[in-house]
């Protein structure tokens, strides 16, 4: 069975930097989809990125980029330029290629912006 | 468009009592998923169903929880009779059956459930 760890249940960085959350998994297929949800206070999940395992190119969002390493099983979630408004849970998720989008979810990560 | 809408919002309720979740997944969406988060932990998948079938209940942890979806439109999620630890936040999402891998998955805000 698929895991997802996110070994960082809290971060904070100030307003205008750059921070970096992390996401190890674990799986055995070779095929698979890598995804960053965000969670604010209003509880909607948000889809941020989405990365395709067979793609080595990384995803990029805007502010928001990636740096998947397939042999290390990482998957970081960088934020440049934070903003206030970036305040939220953070959860790393699985899914694999084929069948059905059940995702495997990472324990989240809070950050905090400080103004 | 309206999203994936859930109600309640929040619902607080004392152990064996039940407990229904509701879940409006957008229109026109099959495939209709459950998840929860219990005691800050990670998300959970509970199960999937493709219009009105349960494709995946393989996340259901015990028959106190029953999920229907009649019709294949919205679907409901009975707890009965509720323990403390079924307390956490319930959600729902939705996506086209499309059949192509990519789809994108419409998450709701999920319901909170306190059980005291």
């Known amino acids: 069975a698929q895991t997802v760890t996110q070994s960082q249940p809290e971060m904070s960085v100030q307003e205008a930097e750059t921070v970096t959350l992390s996401c190890t998994y674990d799986t055995s297929e070779s095929d698979y989809y890598l995804f960053w949800y965000k969670q604010p206070p209003s509880r909607q999940m948000i889809l941020v990125i989405r990365?395709?395992?067979?793609?080595?190119q990384n995803a990029t969002e805007n502010r928001f980029s990636v740096n998947f390493q397939k042999a290390a099983k990482s998957f970081s979630l960088k934020i440049s330029d934070s903003q206030l408004g970036d305040a939220a849970m953070y959860f790393c998720a699985y899914r694999s290629f084929q069948g059905a989008q059940k995702l495997v979810f990472g324990q989240g990560t809070r950050l905090t912006i400080n103004p | 468009e309206a999203g994936v809408t859930q109600f309640p919002s929040h619902s607080v309720i004392e152990k064996g009592q039940t407990v229904t979740l509701r879940c409006d997944p957008i229109?026109?969406?099959?495939?209709l998923y459950w998840y929860r988060r219990v005691m800050g932990k990670e998300i959970k998948f509970l199960l999937h169903f493709v219009k009105e079938s349960k494709q995946d209940e393989s996340g259901m942890p015990n028959n106190r929880f029953l999920a229907e979806r009649t019709g294949g439109t919205y679907s409901t999620l009975k707890v009965q009779p509720a323990e403390l630890e079924d307390s956490g936040v319930y959600f729902c999402?939705?996506?086209?059956?499309?059949?192509?891998?990519?789809?994108?998955?419409?998450f709701g805000s999920g319901t909170q459930l306190s059980v005291l």
């Open positions: 990365q395709e395992a067979y793609k080595q």
């Open positions: 999402a939705s996506s086209p059956l499309s059949g192509t891998p990519n789809e994108k998955l419409f």
């Open positions: 229109s026109g969406h099959d495939n």
